[in-house]
Structures are given as C-alpha cells and as structure tokens.
C-alpha cells in the first residue's frame, strides 16, 4: 500500500474497552475531537468481545458502510484496544489475541493497546499520548499532527507488544522553542533523539548543540554512537527531512540538561532492604566513590551514631547526596564521569583484600587507604551543590525489625520519588524484604532492585536468589515486569521507564570489586523526575516540617521538604499546629537549600528556614508552614478522619476500638477506629473506617495517603473525609489523667 493512494479521511477507528464503558467514550470523544481530518468513521466503544469480531469484518457493519468503495482499498482501520490494566493476565492475552486476528484479515487492519495503568483517570489526563499513539498507526498521518519546526516519529523499543516500553521520540528538526518547552515539561532536563542519514547526521547533531547551547544548557550522548533505523520505519511526512542517500537512517540519542545557578534537579530516593544486605555500604560507595573492603569499613561513613558503627545496623535516616553536572558528571568524586568511576576510587589491592584485625600490617593499610580516599573524594554538601545541576538525596533506611517504624517514616515524610530495594545475593528474600516492598505497593512508589554480593556469593546460591526474586515480583499481588539490567542499552530502558511503575530494573553489583556500580549510576543519571514540581509552584505554600534544631546566634531552624508555593525571606506563615491543634504566625528569617543561602525556595526541595522568635521546643517532627493569605483565618486540623482502608495482613479481624499507629506525610501518631462500614474486617477487606487520634489533632488533607501498623504494616488507605470536632466522651478520661499527671509534676515536694 503506498501513501500517496491513501486519501486524509480515509481512515476508520474502533474502540473496544475491556472494562467500563467509561475509558472507551473518553477515547471516542477525543479521537472525534481532534482527528476529524484523519478519520472518516470513529466507532462506538464495545464491551462485548464477540459483537467486536462481527462488526469489525462484517461487509455490511460500520467499517465497511463508513467508506466508500474506492477507500477500501487504501484505508486503515485502527483496532484501539482500551485495557484498564494493560499488564493483567487477561490484559495480555486479548492483546495477543486481536494481533492473531488482524493478522488474518485481507483487509488494512492495525491494533493499538492503550493501556489505562493505573485506572482510566491515568490515561485521561495525557490526551497528547492518545492521539501521538493513534497517528503513527496512520500512513501519512504523522505530518497533520506535527510542523516543519518539530516532526516526530518513533523509534523502536525493547517491547514492540505495544503495552511494557515506552517508546521514544525522535526529533528530525530542533528548535529552541520545542527543546525549552521539552524542558519545561522535563523539569530542566529530557532525552533528545536525533536523525539523519551519515551525511546529514553530523549537521543535525552540530544544530542541537547550538540550540542546547542557546538555552544554557548542555547535551551529552546517551547511546555512544548512531544507531541504524530503517526509513520505512518513519513517516512520509519526514522521511524526506533526514536527507536522502542510503536507505538506512541513522539516530542517536542525548540527554538535554540545563544549567542554573544556585539551582538544580531536586530528587529522592529511599534505600530499603532486608538487614544487613547492603544498604548502607552500596549508598556509600555510590556517594563517596570508594570500594568496601569486604568488613563493612565503606558504611561507617553514611552513619550518623556511634552505636550504628558497633552493631553494623542503621536504626535512623541517614541522608546522602549524590550529584552530577548538566554534562551528566558526577559531582562527588571531583566531576570524573560516569563511566570513570569503577575503577577511580581504590587500587586493585584494596578492591581485592578483606581487612581484619589480625591481619597484617600491609592488609591493615588497605582500610586506611579506602579511609583515606573516602574523606579526599567527598565533598561537603554545600560545595556539592553549588557544582551539581541535578542531586539525588538517598535516604539510608533501616532494615531491622526493630526500627520498621523510622523506616515507614522514612518512606512516607521524605517522600521519595523512587525506591531501591536492597537484596543480598547470599541471604536471598527475607521478611522484612517483602515488608518494604509492600510499603513501596501501599504507597505507589516504583522500585528497582539492586542485587550486591557477587562477587562471594556461589553461583548456585546466585542463580536461586534471582529466581526467587523473579517469582516474587511476577506475583499477583506485585505484578511487575522483572528487567535484568545486564547492558548499556538495558540501563536506559530502565531509566526511561521506570517512572510509569510498569517495570522493576534488576542490578546486580559488588561494593567491593566495582563491578555494576557504574551501571547504577548512569540509571540515577538518566532517571527522570516523577513528580511535576513544576505545577505546584503557583500554588499556596506548604512545607512539612521533619527536623529542628538550634543554631547559636542564629536561632531555630526547620527543615523539611516543601510540597507547594514559594516561600521567600521575609515572608510570613502560619505554624503548627500546637498539642491543641492551634497555629500561630512566624517569620521567615533565611533560607539555605543544601547548605547554600538563597533568597527563595520552589516546590520540590528540600529546605532549612530559620525562624524569627521561636523556641525549638514548640516545632514538633509533622508540623507543618503553610500560607498565610487571611491573619484572621487560621488553618484546621483535625482529630478524626475518615478514610477507604485496604487490610494487607493481619492474624484475626479488626473491628471498633482497634489502635493502630497511623503513618503519613504529616502524621505518626497513634489512632482508635470509632467507626466501621463492616462489622469485622480480615486480611483482603476494604472499608470506609473512621479514626480518632489518640493526642493531640493533625494536620491532614483529603486524598492524602496513609498507611497503618501493628508492629509490622497491617493495611493502606486513602484519606476521604477530614472532621474538625473531636469525641470529648472517647478523650475525657485521658484528659483527666493528663491533668494529675501535670499536677503531680508540679507539685513541691
């Protein structure tokens, strides 16, 4: 079939949605919308499979009386299969199923899966991906939807089922508008694919460097060289925009970052895992540049106490920042690239030799070097970013039982835009393993999993402790796509993807031969930001309070991460609330952002604000600074709420008078459930629950998210309805104790 027969409206759609009829109407509404230059018949949205398979090939239903003799020959019917959840098992099979059947057909029948993700409301808010995936099923199509400033085409991915990959863009002309609005919708930095023939290649790439270079930005390959791409593979529309020659087209990839003073890429990463796999050392080894010498030496340096560094065990956050540069350098080990550091930090001898006590002086000096190389290679955090256009803060979490508590914090306050699951390869899955990954479920927070130890595990043990983890992430409580990351090309799948919580990225890495490190790190390079900080800077300010301490001569200070708004000097806000639920108004004094003083922080950082006149006593963890538009208006908090629960786990029913410790971004508090829809709930159940918090009223948000335990986690939920007035039945006999308790303090002796 050539194009040039193909008429504009010649075109037929049929939507079939496999759940409500809701997703398909969207699609249809869209489609009939924007594509009415393309498509001359949008079908109706059908839920019955068999009633599809009639309509689509019988000669008298919709697609064939849509057209006109003549256009049946040259049309394309696009089949848009609508799933609610594209990665089921269900999902995959009508997939597969409707690719046989259009195979089969004589006529000019394509499939396209759209896949809902998390629910229709995921695809409904990204109309662009609707329609970019509809066109470039179309021939000829691609040129209505693009201009001769900005053509785009696909290239091809790692998954060609049309549900797993994502795929990429490739841009056959660049401007500095369409790059800065890439930009933009990227948070400073985007993956940039060009594409020319040999000839016109280099010319292309020459063109993106000045326009990289007009935007203060920088460039640096993804993909070492070109790649070859068919040009049967892009439209006609472009296909004469690369230049003519061979009938190969080649395409390299780069990422775009800009440069901005005194500001940068703000990122979070939670480090979670079993005991004693490895958290601790692989966070050092990926900020300070050094190699473990096999007896934990590299971890000393991520501990913030003493009694961390005697048991071997973290039991708080420890926070640790990892930098690097528009041109995709890292910034801690004195801006040596990527690929560089595996072998820049320690020599062979300290790479291969366990230090011990009873070892001799020579295998002694081996920790002092790495000890020595630590504190040369890492720099303060100030210096780090003033140097780094984008910083990853890793959140060392603890892995004992014992501390699952600061770890739900951890993963909850921080709010991490990523998690890494740390697994050691001789130790396997354990149980606080499955707990932390359920946390990263509750929370829908996509994870990858870094395996460490390969170097002295034994390879049977290596091979189980993979399967095993495979086994668990295809369960269908999990149901993730496990994704061996085993070549260069693997890393930049995973980090283009990793976002949409599709995939888990598998690592495999020693700390202390290197090997695998560098991989890690060109992943948090390429990782992209999950959140659009971007949008919430218009928005009212809100920072939530996760530390305070006081600095003499300056006073107290809070630091925390700040959620919404901008706050600048001088600026005052509401804080709170008090034991009450009281707020009351403070002034901003200075603000320092990485250890560097500036005169304003946006959304997405993490941020210390001195405040005027404050004691440190009267800022609590969970307080929160929020905008003060009306003096006379002071913001709510609550003592109870209401919220749609899921119970994960738990050995008998829960029902009223249950206490369960609620955890949120605000919130840690203990809370009694006064009101169930059910009269018993069991693992599996969902219900609308009210909770009483037991001492003192929060400040909580509808749709915020929650998570409440038991000892170890024992349900989910999401916040439906806040509610001012507190049960003064259910708090009278605490209030009474609470007030002998202070008469008692209070009394002379």
Request: with cysteine.
């Amino acid at each position: 079939m050539t194009t040039n027969s193909v008429q504009s409206n010649a075109h037929c759609l049929v939507v079939y949605d496999d759940s409500t009829k809701e997703l398909g109407r969207w699609v249809v509404g869209i489609c009939k919308q924007r594509l009415p230059h393309l498509l001359s018949h949008v079908g109706d949205h059908l839920t019955d499979e068999a009633n599809f398979y009639q309509i689509a090939t019988s000669e008298d239903g919709k697609l064939r009386s849509a057209m006109s003799p003549e256009q049946t020959t040259t049309s394309v019917t696009v089949v848009v299969v609508a799933f609610f959840d594209g990665l089921s098992d269900g999902a995959k099979t009508v997939f597969a199923q409707f690719k046989t059947w259009a195979a089969e057909r004589k006529t000019n029948l394509v499939v396209q899966a759209l896949n809902a993700k998390k629910g229709s409301h995921t695809l409904m808010d990204n109309e662009d991906a609707l329609i970019s995936s509809i066109v470039k099923k179309l021939p000829g199509g691609g040129g209505a939807l693009t201009t001769a400033a900005a053509k785009k085409t696909t290239a091809p991915s790692a998954s060609d089922d049309g549900v797993l990959i994502q795929e990429e863009t490739i841009e056959v002309d660049v401007t500095a508008e369409a790059l800065s609005r890439r930009l933009r919708l990227g948070q400073g930095e985007c993956f940039w694919t060009v594409a020319g023939t040999e000839e016109t290649l280099p010319a292309a790439i020459q063109l993106l460097r000045n326009v990289v270079k007009e935007l203060s930005s920088e460039m640096f390959p993804v993909t070492s060289e070109p790649r070859p791409l068919p040009k049967s593979r892009l439209p006609a529309s472009t296909s004469g925009a690369v230049g003519g020659g061979s009938g190969v087209v080649l395409a390299q990839e780069f990422m775009v970052r800009t440069h901005r003073e005194l500001e940068h890429i703000e990122m979070r990463l939670a480090m979670c895992g079993n005991v004693d796999s490895g958290k601790s050392t692989i966070t050092s080894v990926l900020t300070r540049g050094i190699r473990d010498d096999g007896r934990g030496h590299a971890r000393a340096f991520v501990f913030n106490h003493k009694h961390e560094q005697d048991t071997g065990r973290t039991s708080s956050v420890s926070e640790n920042h990892l930098g690097f540069d528009a041109a995709g350098n890292v910034m801690n080990y004195d801006g040596k690239s990527v690929a560089a550091t595996v072998v820049a930090a320690t020599t062979a001898a300290a790479a291969a030799k366990h230090t011990d006590p009873n070892n001799s002086a020579e295998e002694n000096t081996t920790t002092t070097t790495i000890a020595k190389q630590a504190h040369i290679s890492h720099i303060s955090t100030h210096d780090l970013a003033m140097r780094s256009d984008k910083v990853i803060t890793l959140y060392d979490l603890a892995g004992h039982e014992k501390y699952l508590k600061t770890t739900v914090l951890g993963m909850t306050r921080s709010m991490p835009d990523y998690a890494c699951i740390v697994v050691s390869a001789n130790n396997g899955i354990q149980r606080m393993t499955k707990e932390h990954l359920g946390l990263c479920l509750a929370l829908k927070l996509p994870f990858f999993v870094v395996v460490t130890r390969i170097d002295s595990t034994p390879d049977n043990v290596r091979q189980e402790t993979s399967q095993t983890i495979l086994k668990l992430l295809k369960m269908p409580t999990v149901k993730k796509l496990p994704f061996p990351v085993r070549k260069t090309d693997d890393v930049i799948v995973a980090a283009k993807n990793l976002m949409y919580d599709r995939i888990t990225p598998i690592f495999e890495v020693s700390n202390v031969t290197g090997q695998g490190i560098a991989d890690v790190l060109q992943f948090l390079n390429l990782l992209p930001c999950r959140k659009d900080w971007a949008s919430l800077v218009t928005m009212p300010r809100e920072m939530i309070i996760d530390s305070t301490f006081f600095v003499t001569g300056v006073g107290t200070v809070v630091g925390g991460i700040i959620t919404q708004g901008r706050f600048k000097t001088g600026d005052t806000v509401w804080l709170g609330p008090d034991g009450l639920g009281a707020f009351r108004t403070t002034q901003i004094k200075s603000i320092h952002v990485k250890g560097v003083e500036t005169d304003h922080v946006d959304a997405g950082n993490d941020a210390a604000l001195c405040l005027k006149k404050e004691k440190r006593s009267a800022v609590r963890k969970g307080n929160v600074l929020l905008e003060m538009s009306d003096a006379k208006r002071m913001p709510s908090s609550y003592w109870q709420f209401e919220a749609e629960i899921v119970i994960l786990y738990h050995s008998t029913t829960i029902s009223t008078n249950y206490e369960p410790v609620i955890h949120s971004t605000t919130v840690r508090q203990s809370a009694r459930i006064m009101l169930v829809e059910q009269e018993v709930l069991r693992t599996g159940d969902r219900s609308t629950v009210r909770f009483h918090f037991l001492y003192r009223p929060e400040f909580m948000q509808v749709g915020q998210r929650m998570i409440f335990r038991e000892g170890r986690t024992k349900g989910i939920g999401t916040v439906t309805k806040l509610i001012e007035v507190s049960d003064d039945t259910f708090l009278g006999n605490a209030r009474s104790k609470a007030k002998e308790v202070v008469r008692a303090t209070h009394q002379p002796r």
